[in-house]
């Protein structure tokens, strides 16, 4: 499975920005998709995720109400949507992909390692 995030790049505090994940070599529906991001000088942190079966969403306290996930299975695509941006949203974000799990799981105490396959990155910077 290869995994490509697009759609990073600068904008002001309080727009919206729009991440793409783009899955090639295996479907959607096999795999729990999570977002992560990482600031500067941060650990890396999870963000959101969607599971493979339904595509139900969770969130973390930090985005939630503000960023939410989008599936595409025509496209094999999954769309990250962040509104109500904060320069402490700057980050590196990253796309990941759990192998057969129905359900996904995010947050803190989620080992990295159940999600096997990981995007590249892109960068968002929150910026005036």
């Known amino acids: 499975l290869q995994i490509v995030e697009s759609g990073g790049g600068l904008v002001q505090p309080g727009g919206s920005l729009r991440l793409s994940c783009a899955l090639s070599g295996g479907t959607l529906d096999r795999y729990a998709i999570g977002w992560f991001r990482q600031a500067p000088g941060k650990e890396r942190e999870g963000i959101l995720c969607?599971?493979?079966?339904?595509?139900?969403?969770k969130s973390t306290d930090s985005v939630k109400g503000r960023f939410t996930i989008a599936r595409n299975r025509a496209k094999n695509t999954v769309y990250l949507q962040m509104n109500s941006l904060k320069p402490e949203d700057t980050a590196v974000y990253y796309c990941a992909a759990a192998p057969d799990e129905d359900e996904c799981l995010i947050g803190p105490g989620v080992p990295f390692v159940r999600y096997a396959y990981w995007g590249q990155g892109t960068q968002v910077t929150v910026s005036l």
């Open positions: 969607a599971n493979s079966n339904d595509g139900s969403t």
